[in-house]
Nanobody, 119 residues
Framework: QVQLVESGGGLVQAGGSLRLSCVASGLTFSWYNMGWFRQAPGKEREFVAT????????SYADSVKGRFTVSRDNARNTVYLEMNSLKPEDTAVYYCAARLRDALNYDYWGQGTQVTVSS
């Protein structure tokens, strides 16, 4: 049974930082591209960042470029999202997701962790 468990969310003031973690189990983690998504109240879920299974490539949404950094530790089956210079508009539930390396769609999703940025 595949599980993705996010942690590290919380309440932070604008300009602050948070580091999200997502631990995967039940899959061969190093075979999967990992993504971070977020969903704010009343809005659709949106892409935040992704890192390839070989850690040789990352990509980011324009809204977070230069502020967020995605990384992974295949030995720990964990993907991270370092978030700096947080803004109130970053407030959302953040989800990690796993996509098999040549697949088009994400196969597995976590339950999400809440990030709230106060102004």
């Amino acid at each position: 049974q595949v599980q993705l468990v996010e942690s590290g969310g919380g309440l932070v003031q604008a300009g602050g930082s948070l580091r999200l973690s997502c631990v995967a189990s039940g899959l061969t983690f190093s075979w999967y591209n990992m993504g971070w998504f977020r969903q704010a109240p009343g809005k659709e879920r949106e892409f935040v960042a992704t890192i390839r299974w070989r850690s040789d490539s990352t990509s980011y949404a324009d809204s977070v470029k230069g502020r967020f950094t995605v990384s992974r530790d295949n030995a720990r089956n964990t993907v991270y999202l370092e978030m700096n210079s947080l803004k109130p508009e970053d407030t959302a539930v953040y989800y990690c997701a796993a996509r098999l390396r040549d697949a088009l769609n994400y196969d597995y999703w976590g339950q999400g962790t809440q990030v709230t940025v106060s102004s």
